[in-house]
């Protein structure tokens, strides 16, 4: 039996919510590739069988807020401005969270956010009317950054083929683009939301406001992966030259120190609940749901801005055997706005969803034929997850306990 990715062998749910603890931890997107060789999964204690996520979650309900607010005061005014110049920049597509940040630091603690935008590779109409609402309702200063269309088709394919992993593009611009801005207007002080220990990363990285700089900053660029291809293999192999990737690339740590800029996660400040978030955009900043569910999925306002979102899911549920119900039922179930029976319920009539609404545009788009996608999909199964059963593929161990091997 073949393990890929370097996933856990065994494959064990969280006795609280509905992951399993072969859900990614994040990795630089920059030194990914195919066999992921330093990737963490979710950790889920042998003693209590109760996820990393779940019990950061009971972490996060015992914090003082008040003290964590007094200690967000005391970093806005250190960076806010009074001569009308941008203090804070905030990175954002147009979804809830990117609107409530830049919103409550705007109106609430009175700082001048400047919001910069790696556009999603192909918006949905809704998630265009929702940033188009954003940055006009809400009233804000707004940069779009497109990068250079050819070489995001390219690369998208690229990663589809390579790593089966149709986001990369999107999510390496969103994340490295805030600190590139940042630095040219001298700006020193960047906002994220939620750091990814809320959903599953060691805990022990929530213990700092600061995000890290694995993320976002490198100090040597000879060993750098784009699409799962080292750069220079890129450059030789491809018509593109490195002017033509730079902007998909981190900043350099160097820059950061001489810039002075820190990167910070509001939810460490601030207590953050997806739903609230929802809340709060819609009533300030005109958010809308989308006006149908999502396909994978029970929910409607969840990472709606691009079309490829949910087949970035649907890859999810081929590599990980994790489909988008199965994230989102656990983070309500977190939350205490489903019960985990709800949760399984939920996982078993939605997880694995076939997201056909906009594949066949998204096919045409980056002119890969939809057979050839089908069967890059049995391409990354991983043996330990997935069985075929005649001309079926089956996960072997599911979280309602329906698997081949359950």
């Known amino acids: 039996m073949i393990v890929k990715y370097n996933l856990p062998k065994k494959i064990i749910f969280c006795k609280n ?24 999964y979710l950790k889920i204690n042998e003693q209590d069988g109760i996820c990393d996520a779940c019990k950061q979650n009971d972490i996060k309900n015992k914090i003082n807020w008040k003290e964590r607010e007094k200690k967000l005061v005391k970093l806005l005014d250190k960076h806010r401005k009074k001569n009308g110049e941008y203090d804070c920049l905030i990175p954002g597509s147009g979804g809830k969270d990117s609107a409530f940040q830049a919103h409550v630091l705007k109106y609430k603690y009175n700082m001048n956010p400047l919001i910069v935008t790696w556009p999603p590779i192909l918006y949905t109409d809704y998630g265009l009317k929702n940033y188009n609402n954003w940055i006009n309702i809400g009233g804000f200063d707004a940069l779009v950054v497109r990068p250079n269309g050819r070489v995001m088709k390219e690369l998208t394919k690229l990663s589809i083929i390579n790593l089966f992993h ?77 002017r033509d990737y730079k902007i998909f690339l981190p900043t350099s740590d160097k820059e950061i120190n001489k810039n002075k800029i820190e990167i910070h996660y509001l939810g460490y400040y601030l207590k953050w609940i997806p739903q609230e978030a929802f809340y709060y955009a819609v009533k300030n900043t005109g958010f809308s749901p989308r006006p149908f569910r999502t396909q994978g999925t ?66 045409k788009f980056l002119e890969i034929k939809e057979e050839t996608f089908f069967k890059i999909c049995d391409k990354f199964r991983s043996s330990h997850l997935w069985k075929r059963v005649k001309s079926t593929w089956r996960l072997r161990h599911t979280i309602n306990k329906d698997g081949t091997d359950d």
């Open 166 to 242: 149709p986001f990369q593009t999107f999510i390496l611009g969103q994340k490295n683009i805030a600190p590139k801005i940042a630095s040219k207007f001298g700006i020193k002080l960047v906002f994220y939301g939620e750091n990814e220990a809320e959903y599953g990363n060691p805990i022990a990285e929530n213990n700092s406001s600061l995000r890290k700089k694995s993320y976002f900053a490198v100090k040597n660029y000879n060993n750098i992966y784009l699409a799962g291809i080292k750069i220079s293999e890129l450059i030789k192999k491809y018509k593109f030259k490195y």
């Open 298 to 363: 029970f929910s409607k306002y969840n990472s709606i801005d691009d079309k490829i979102d949910d087949l970035h899911y649907y890859t999810t549920f081929i590599k990980f055997g994790i489909g988008r119900a199965t994230y989102d039922a656990s983070q309500e179930i977190r939350n205490k706005h489903l019960t985990r029976e709800e949760g399984k319920n939920l996982v078993k009539k939605y997880d694995g969803e076939f997201p056909d609404r906009y594949f066949s545009e998204i096919m």
């Open 17 to 40: 919510c509905v992951m399993s603890n072969q859900r990614p931890g994040s990795i630089s997107e920059f030194f990914h590739t195919k066999d992921r060789k330093n990737a963490k």
